[in-house]
């Protein structure tokens, strides 16, 4: 008879289990949809796919602002979002949040736009106060837009956006104001046109389940009305020559992204077979408070804490999750070579710090408690303090859901 424990082979030979940030998990759906062949792009089915894409789309944002997708990742949406409104030499007031806000703070600067970051926290929210001093201190209205991230995703905090539209107003300030919800999007609740955002970013890796490749933008009326101005235009970005489609071509700027458009459609049917975006939302809410309450049960003075500590400021897309004296590369390592899991690594100042376990877009209870109960046993074999089970306590906390 074998003694298992003398043999030591790794277990990870199963399906193995992404709990990233992005790009999140595909739906075996969407991978089949998109496997479809090449349509002729100027078929009756491609234009109905195309227009079902950009009246659907919205709907998941809360607006009725004009919609554009560029073929590209979130970086793309971004330039997207400052070429079409912006001109050399305007400023832009960043909101300092985690990474991500900055990176598009630095792409604006790479484009000949003078860039101010108000400073944030890593371990909190954007402070809508110190966001209406600032604007209050601007009587000339050099600032012409704010950017800034509904979730940021190497931080893993939630970002109030009405409370910052809220500060705007307060400062009576006419910037554009900006919000990336590349992380957020199809996870956190999002009211573009409630909340008063002008220009929203977003992307289809992450919440919408399909492979990198479209970003989504929504440009409400003062956004649109800005690109008169605004001298950073560029050819194929410019949303001009995409607005008031006759030929479905020019919804793409070129060539439609047939698979993309294929496996987007296939993403949108599921969500609205889950129930519509808000039941997908709760789904999100649920799950992200069984990794808080793992998390939490976990934490050791020293050890592993989650980095917001606030709940109600945490994504319920993505954790961060500090792991103070454990070695978070070692974690990461054990997960992945010996048990098929795959953790998000800490980035930005949090690098060697901390993990991420992104509960992003398809996924369903048995992956996050899986997640879960892997990191617990990874941490219990590297003999790391746990203050108590985190898979008990996320256990619970789904099964209260049930
Ligand atoms: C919040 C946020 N903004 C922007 C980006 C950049 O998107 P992309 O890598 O698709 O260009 C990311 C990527 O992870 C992100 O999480």
Redesign the pocket.
Known sequence: MNDSSQVGGSLKYGRSMEALP?PSIIPDRVLRAMAAPMRDIYSDEMMEMSQHIFATLPQLAHTTAETFIPIS???GAWQMALCNTLSRGDTVLVLESGR?AVIWGEMAALSGIEVEVLPGSDRGPIDAAAVQDRLDQDVDHEIKAILC?Q???AIGVRNDISAIRAAIDAASHPALFMV?C??SFGCEPFYMDDWGVDITVA?C?KGLMVP?GLGFLWANDKAVAANESADLRIGYLDWNSRMNVKVHYEYYAGTPPVSHMYGLTEALAMIEEEGGIEAVWNRHTILASAVWAAVEAWSTPGGIEPNIEDRSNRSTAVTAIRTGSIDATELRRVCQERAGLVLGVGIGDLVGETFRIGHMGHLNPPMILGTIGTVEAALLSMGSPIGSSGAAAAAEAISAAL
């Open positions: 992005g990742n979130g970086h991500f991230v979730t940021d995703t990336d590349i992380a992307a890796q990198p």
